[in-house]
């Protein structure tokens, strides 16, 4: 089962400093057909305007993965965290029992990123935030595992979910398969340029639904960059 959401039909909510469409129930969009998929909960494509940016709020109990696409965003938490994360990489943040953090875009330039929240396999734990860099050219015709329930395994940063967040950046032409369990859930999006899912074509930023696959092919038709997150 293969469904692919255009970017035109997403929830979009603009605030003048924040531009947002969302994938899935989200603040002021809701949509009783778009709770989530699977343990995926939250897929935000944001646009943060330069010099502005989310002021502390909490957050407990969910694995929050933040993508950034262009620009750069600055982390900063209850726990003493601080953090700037730059285009290409992720920073990951376990808000456990409780956790207040604000998320700020200090550059001079709008910064753009995918907010992904993941429901975790387990509550009530300790809180904590990462982050790492991840060269872009390190997945360039292949899959990267970018954060997972495996860190170790994987060499990823950790989230407390049966998931993985991965990219891969894809010249024209570029063909790279996944082997995926049927029983998971795969949600693709690609932020820049046309892809083919298994005979389905998406345009850029545009949310890939999948299921009982056993297989996902991904055919760059342009050159492209794309995320996926595979979780139960």
């Given at each position: 089962m293969i469904e692919?959401?255009?970017?035109?039909?997403?929830?979009?909510?603009?605030?003048g400093w924040l531009d947002a469409r969302h994938h899935f129930s989200f603040a002021g969009y809701q949509d009783r057909d778009r709770m989530g998929w699977g343990r995926i909960r939250v897929w935000n494509d944001d646009t943060i305007a330069a010099h502005t940016g989310f002021n502390p709020h909490p957050h407990n109990d969910m694995e929050i993965i933040t993508f950034v696409r262009s620009g750069a965003i600055t982390h900063e938490d209850s726990l003493g965290n601080r953090g700037r994360t730059a285009a290409g990489d992720v920073q990951v943040m376990s808000a456990g029992t409780g956790i207040v953090h604000g998320e700020y875009n200090r550059e001079?330039?709008?910064?753009?990123?995918?907010?992904?929240?993941?429901?975790?396999?387990?509550?009530?734990?300790?809180?904590?935030?990462?982050?790492?860099?991840?060269?872009?050219?390190?997945?360039?015709?292949?899959?990267?595992?970018?954060?997972?329930?495996?860190p170790d395994k994987d060499d990823a940063l950790p989230i407390r979910a049966e998931a993985k967040v991965l990219a891969a950046k894809l010249a024209?032409?570029?063909?790279?398969?996944?082997?995926?369990?049927?029983?998971?859930?795969?949600?693709?999006?690609?932020?820049?340029?046309?892809?083919?899912?298994?005979?389905?074509?998406?345009?850029?930023?545009?949310?890939?639904?999948?299921t009982g696959e056993e297989t996902i092919t991904l055919e760059a038709l342009d050159d492209a960059e794309v995320v996926m997150v595979d979780a139960r």
């Open positions: 692919v959401r255009p970017f035109a039909k997403l929830g979009h909510e603009d605030h001079d330039v709008s910064t753009t990123l995918f907010q992904i929240w993941i429901r975790p396999d387990r509550a009530g734990e300790k809180p904590s935030w990462g982050q790492r860099e991840f060269p872009r050219d390190d997945r360039s015709g292949r899959w990267v595992v970018l954060a997972s329930g495996e024209k032409g570029d063909v790279v398969t996944y082997d995926a369990a049927p029983w998971r859930f795969q949600y693709l999006v690609a932020p820049v340029g046309r892809v083919r899912i298994n005979g389905h074509e998406a345009e850029p930023r545009d949310g890939i639904a999948v």
